[in-house]
T-cell receptor, first 112, second 114 residues
C-alpha cells in the first residue's frame, strides 16, 4: 500500500539563484541554533550555527540570520548548485539544556 | 565523513527477533545520542549519554535498550519491536563540557520491522 509521509514544506529554485529557508521557533530561552542538511540516504550534516548573542553569521556560500524579536531563523544559500538539493533542518537548544529540538525540515529542489 | 559510523546500515527484523545497532565515534567526544527519524514525525531524541552515563530517556519504550560501554561506543539493543518502530535510527556525538554544542551525526541504520 501507499505510505503516508511527513508533509515537508518544499522550496524549488533555479540553479544559480539564491535560496532562503525559514524556520520559526517558539522557545524564547533558546540560546543556540543550528542548521543541518540531510541528503537522501545520509545522516544530517552540520552546515552552520549561531548563538543568541549574534544576529548574523556567514560561512562558505551560506548565511544564517537570527531575529530573536520574532523568533525567526533563516538560512541563505548563495548561488545554489545541484548538490544543494536536500532536506534542511533547523534545531534549537534551550539555555542550560543539552538536547536539540528539531524542526520538521524543508525540502530544497534545484531546477536546472 | 563526519567521524561517526553506524552499523549495520540496513536491517530487516521480525517482531520476535533480537538485534543490536552499533555506533562508534572517532572525534574524541564524550556525549552520545540516539535519535529516531520516521516518515511521519520530525527527528526525535531517544537517549542521551554523557561520559558513559545515561542522562536522558525521552519516554522510550523498554523494547529499546541502550548501552554505552565507553565514550566512543553506543549500542541500541532491540527486542520484540513493532512494525511502527520501522525508521531511520541516527547516532550523534558532541563534545560535552567544552562549550561547543554541535552534534555530529552518523549515516543512520535503516530499520524495517516485519
Amino acid at each position: 500500500g501507499e505510505s503516508v509521509g511527513l508533509h515537508l514544506p518544499t522550496l524549488s529554485v533555479q540553479e544559480g539563484d539564491n535560496s532562503i529557508i525559514n524556520c520559526a521557533y517558539s522557545n524564547s530561552a533558546s540560546d543556540y541554533f543550528i542548521w543541518y542538511k540531510q541528503e537522501s540516504g545520509k545522516g544530517p550534516q552540520f552546515i552552520i550555527d549561531i548563538r543568541s548573542n549574534m544576529d548574523k553569521r556567514q560561512g562558505q556560500r551560506v548565511t544564517v540570520l537570527l531575529n530573536k524579536t520574532v523568533k525567526h531563523l533563516s538560512l541563505q544559500i548563495a548561488a545554489t548548485q545541484p548538490g544543494d538539493s536536500a532536506v534542511y533542518f533547523c534545531a534549537e537548544k534551550d539555555r542550560g539544556a543539552q538536547k536539540l529540538v528539531f524542526g520538521q525540515g524543508t525540502r530544497l529542489t534545484i531546477n536546472p | 565523513e563526519t567521524g561517526v559510523t553506524q552499523t549495520p546500515r540496513h536491517l530487516v527484523m521480525g517482531m520476535t527477533n533480537k538485534k543490536s545497532l552499533k555506533c562508534e565515534q572517532h572525534l574524541g567526544h564524550n556525549a552520545m545520542y540516539w535519535y529516531k527519524q520516521s516518515a511521519k514525525k520530525p527527528l526525535e531524541l531517544m537517549f542521551v549519554y554523557n561520559f558513559k552515563e545515561q542522562t536522558e530517556n525521552n519516554s522510550v519504550p523498554s523494547r529499546f535498550s541502550p548501552e554505552c560501554p565507553n565514550s566512543s561506543h553506543l549500542f541500541l539493543h532491540l527486542h520484540t519491536l513493532q512494525p511502527e518502530d520501522s525508521a531511520l535510527y541516527l547516532c550523534a556525538s558532541s563534545p560535552k563540557g567544552s562549550g561547543e554544542e554541535t552534534q555530529y551525526f552518523g549515516p543512520g541504520t535503516r530499520l524495517l520491522v516485519l
